[in-house]
């Protein structure tokens, strides 16, 4: 993986308010460059608190390993009538047009929103340490993403708060909003016997999609088996780096950024080495979107050259205003599998 790709964070460690204007505009120009121009970038020395984040994975392994039985009682409701709880392997589809996408292996947890009040119901009830692990990992994502969508803002051009005011809810979980905690687990295929894998194995632990919120941090475990497109049409093997943080960004920054920085279209294969495969893969995640009564449209003017071209993989090019959370609930809704 070329070092093009690899955004040091040191200069932006520490608390928000304590960074200097300067250090934040030069990673600004950094990682905007590498956003607009690649689609990607690995965030490294970010000051996280790993042990926190490392947490999380356990309390969600355990949870994992939880007979289905366990499982089933904090899963989504039918048709995404809440978007909160468990998905087994088959219930989500990202990308319903993607092939092979009837077989994608994922099974997950999603939080979403102001936990403080409507998120209780969606924790199992065998693992009391669960909401706090995912407390932790969110206040933690918070620190990173709210000096990225700084970062952004400055390289567009606008002001620095301008994308951060409008997720109020990151600095106070009672504001609604489609924001997503999800964690991840992909079953070694050794223990899914009744799976068929097709000639396109590749794509068949999740298939070619976008996120749909505004900025997405990854944080993968060392199996692999991420691929990423880039700007000029490239797919990458995003091979982990240990202790760092995958940022891509998603259909909201995209509008936002009037197409400048695109949705990153990615996917989850199969890995090539047979020994990887015989090892689960997990990740997880935390994807900001705005508040829930936010209006997402352009933040500033459409380049002509983008006009008339498809802006997203989901279909023909949109800039329309849109309530945020009936555009997030509109993806889900489509996601969803029963």
């Known amino acids: 993986m070329g070092k093009s790709y690899v955004i040091d964070c040191s200069s932006i460690r520490g608390p928000v308010e304590k960074v200097q204007k300067q250090d934040l505009a030069n990673f600004s120009k950094q990682l905007g460059d590498t956003l607009s121009g690649v689609g990607f970038a690995y965030l490294t020395n970010h000051g996280l608190d790993l042990k926190k984040i490392d947490k999380f994975y356990d309390v969600?392994?355990?949870?994992?390993?939880?007979?289905?039985?366990?499982?089933?009682?904090?899963?989504?409701?039918?048709?995404?009538?809440?978007?909160?709880?468990?998905?087994?392997?088959?219930?989500?589809?990202?990308?319903?047009?993607?092939?092979?996408?009837?077989?994608?292996?994922?099974?997950?947890?999603?939080?979403?929103?102001?936990?403080?009040?409507?998120?209780?119901?969606?924790?199992?009830p065998e693992l009391p340490s669960f909401k706090d692990a995912v407390d932790e990992f969110r206040l933690e994502s918070v620190k990173l993403a709210d000096k990225v969508m700084r970062s952004i803002a400055l390289y567009l051009g606008l002001p620095e708060d301008e994308i951060v005011k409008r997720h109020t809810h990151m600095k106070d979980t009672s504001v609604e909003t489609p924001t997503v905690v999800r964690t991840l687990m992909y079953s070694p295929i050794a223990k899914l016997p009744d799976v068929k894998i097709s000639d396109r194995v590749g794509e068949i632990r999740c298939g070619i999609h976008c996120d749909w919120l505004t900025i997405t941090l990854l944080y993968q475990d060392l199996v692999g088996g991420l691929d990423v497109q880039t700007v000029s049409g490239?797919?990458?093997?995003?091979?982990?780096?240990?202790?760092?943080?995958?940022?891509?960004?998603?259909?909201?920054?995209?509008?936002?950024?009037g197409g400048r920085i695109r949705a990153t279209p990615h996917r989850v294969r199969i890995p090539d080495d047979t020994q990887l495969t015989k090892k689960p893969r997990q990740s997880l995640l935390y994807a900001p979107g705005p508040d829930s009564n936010q209006t997402v449209e352009p933040l500033l003017p459409i380049p002509e050259i983008y006009i008339g071209k498809p802006r997203s993989i989901y279909g023909p090019q949109s800039y329309d205003k849109m309530n945020a959370y009936e555009w997030v609930h509109r993806r889900f809704s489509t996601a969803a599998t029963y």
Request: aromatic letters at 8%.
């Open 234 to 257: 490239e797919w990458i093997a995003a091979t982990p780096i240990e202790n760092s943080i995958l940022l891509i960004c998603g259909d909201i920054m995209e509008i936002y950024s």
């Open 60 to 124: 969600s392994k355990e949870f994992f390993d939880l007979p289905k039985e366990s499982k089933i009682k904090i899963r989504k409701p039918p048709g995404a009538s809440s978007l909160h709880g468990y998905a087994a392997p088959g219930d989500e589809t990202l990308n319903e047009q993607a092939p092979d996408a009837a077989n994608e292996l994922r099974e997950f947890i999603d939080i979403l929103g102001h936990i403080d009040t409507n998120d209780v119901p969606y924790f199992p």
